[in-house]
Nanobody, 127 residues
Framework: QVQLAESGGGLVQVGGSLRLSCAAS????????VGWFRQAPGKEREFVAA????????QYADSVKGRFTISRDNARNTVYLQMNSLKSEDTAVYYC????????????????????WGQGTQVTVSS
């Protein structure tokens, strides 16, 4: 069974940058798509970005396009989310997730398409 661990969250000012990491252990996610989601206080969890097995298919929420970049290093069993030009509305707990089997090529964007989740890392953007 895979365990996912996010890191890299913290407090940053508006306009700043952070890089989140999601490391897998116990199993690989090198044959799966991986996604990032976030949940702000009082709101539902929402899709942020996803990357397929090869890294050739990337998907982003409209709210982060042009500011966030998802990437993966399969040799390190790690997926990254580079977040630039951060806004106060980006404040949330960020979660990484591994897709269900059979979705490795599609970089899915909905929560039910993922079955393993990390515990989350807090990102706070202050003005």
């Amino acid at each position: 069974q895979v365990q996912l661990a996010e890191s890299g969250g913290g407090l940053v000012q508006v306009g700043g940058s952070l890089r989140l990491s999601c490391a897998a252990s116990g199993d690989t996610f090198n044959t799966y798509s991986v996604g990032w989601f976030r949940q702000a206080p009082g709101k539902e969890r929402e899709f942020v970005a996803a990357i397929n097995l090869s890294g050739g298919r990337l998907q982003y929420a409209d709210s982060v396009k042009g500011r966030f970049t998802i990437s993966r290093d399969n040799a390190r069993n790690t997926v990254y989310l580079q977040m630039n030009s951060l806004k106060s509305e980006d404040t949330a707990v960020y979660y990484c997730a591994r897709s269900r089997r059979g979705l490795r090529s599609s970089a899915p964007i909905t929560i039910p398409e993922y079955d393993y989740w990390g515990q989350g890392t807090q990102v706070t953007v202050s003005s």
